[in-house]
């Protein structure tokens, strides 16, 4: 059963607080995210609980360690989608400037030191704003796809929440699945540009002040 388009906001938004740092907030709110990924549709929501109940599982250190050591050392596992089509190259900083305008066209203005194209970020808009947010993830699903079979092959507990994130998406074309072949086979460009795409989570702010 394909998620409605209320089911789809509410996996979103799941769905990028769990691909946050594990810190105390996101632990505190395991019993509400549980409750959310409960009411979903199965496809959508059962692949989340194997990372609800790791978080109930493992020490708070643990699960910092494991989350630095996936998301902010691995470039496999990178959340940064627009790393994936473009590598550190000019055409990823027009893609990043994208990313921008979309979201300030929706009045929502990022930092300039913050990076748009953090999944969590992309998540998080898309929940709110479901039209723009569902095309930017339709395009770079190869992005999403990769990043998921990396976790997936890693047997990392982060794997299901992209499991997760797929089940919100149309079925990959014949040129999405070409995309991610030759991403998988050549990987992203090398021209370097003095872009960070490895920092810490960068988090959408709201409308009207910052949150945190």
Known sequence: MSPNAAERSAAWQVQSLLLGYPDQTLLDRRPLLRQAADALPKAVGAPLRPLLNHLDDTAPLTLATEYVDTFD??????????????????????????????????????????????????????????????????????????????????????????????????????????????????GPAEEEVGLEPFAPPAYMPEPRGGRR
């Open 73 to 186: 050392h691995r470039k496999r596992f990178s959340p940064y989608l627009t790393y994936f089509l473009y590598g550190d190259t000019r055409k990823r900083g027009m893609a990043l400037l994208r990313f921008k305008q979309v979201y300030r066209a929706a009045g929502l203005v990022l930092a300039d030191e913050e990076l748009p194209d953090h999944l969590a970020v992309l998540l998080e808009f898309a929940a709110a704003h479901a039209e723009a947010g569902h095309r930017l993830l339709v395009e770079y699903r190869a992005g999403v796809e990769l990043m998921r079979l990396g976790l997936r092959d890693a047997e990392s507990p982060w794997a299901g929440v992209l499991d997760s994130v797929g089940a919100t998406l149309p079925p990959m074309h014949g040129s999405d699945r070409d995309a991610v072949i030759r991403l998988i086979a050549e």
